[in-house]
């Protein structure tokens, strides 16, 4: 082990902090007194305001680290030189520490952290699977067509039943760990402007742009916007896909108007397109994830990446495998595989990659309200 990391996880153990806090600490600590790639990103300024990095502050910042990698390529200590400075990389391991850390209930993001892919995969074909057996044993697997009647074969109440307290679970696990993580060290009230300009980092994913607009490094020191796109489909993706939920649910509930809807409908029309962006975003991103360097991430954020690109694809190509075949006999199997998968992906939802864009947001939040306060560190020029 070299000599500055050995020193790094023995002050990490008097300290209580984690191996990866401390690693952290010590190259942000390395960073302030450089400052060369303030430009690059919010963490950096972020940064600038203070002179030790107590948890709280790093948990922040690894949030707030949108993993573009400029900071990388461009830093002169970055290995093979001594100092060995992997921002990216050492931000990414604390960040995943923090979705588990501030996850609710804390044994399950423990549980999910040991083994994200296993679990999603295990838990998304388990369901699948569980739900395939229990159309068969009702006899209805193999039927004549039904028009695409989903409520043929699991009735509208059954549904309602099952996944609304799972999305409830979901949202309010989520919520917990926002609220958890605001809490630590919360910079201050939140104001208009900060909340406007948090909201328009988090929609356009401002800090993917590398600081100069040109985009992400990913294995070298070209620059290119395919881990924005992809992240744009994925996210924008995931709004389309929950507002044909939404309009669907608007029209049964508010107007009465029973599924299936047309082709042409808009609850059809908006997670048709949603399907798509979830099926071209997660391939992006697991395409970007194989080939980034490998000091751009933690080997244990990547098998949580995974996991979760993983599940969005399954579900998305899924459901849209069930649209193209709800009129015919195999509707029922497609049915029971796209709601085992969609199960799974709620039920994950709060441990690992969906809850970084959430602690990102709350992240930004936290910038947007710092950056309007006097700094508190009272240097001459504050
Ligand atoms: S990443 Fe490297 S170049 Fe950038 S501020 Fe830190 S030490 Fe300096
Ligand atoms: S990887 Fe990008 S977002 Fe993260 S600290 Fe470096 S420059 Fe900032």
Redesign the pocket.
Known sequence: MPPLEALTREAARLAGATPAEAEADR?LT??NA?????G?CAV?PAMTRRLTFPRADIHYLANLCHNCGA??F?????PPHE?A?A?PQALSRVRTETWSAYAWPGALGALYRRAGLTIALALGLGLALFLVLAVALNGALIHAPMQGNFYAVFPHGLLVGIFAPVFGFACLALAVGAVRFWRLDAPGAIGGAALAEATHAALTLKYLDGGHGLGCNEDDDRFTRARRHAHHLTFYGFLLCFASTSVATLYHYGFGWQAPYALTSLPVLLGTLGGVGLLIGPAGLWWLNRRRHPLKAAPEQSALDMGFIALLFLVSLTGLLLLALRDTGAMALFLAIHLGFVLAFFLTMPYGKFAHGLYRGVALLKWAVEKRLPSRLRLKSD
Do not use: N
């Open positions: 190259m390395i960073c450089c400052r060369y790639c303030e690059f950096f900071c990388l461009a830093c002169q200590y970055a100092f400075v921002i």
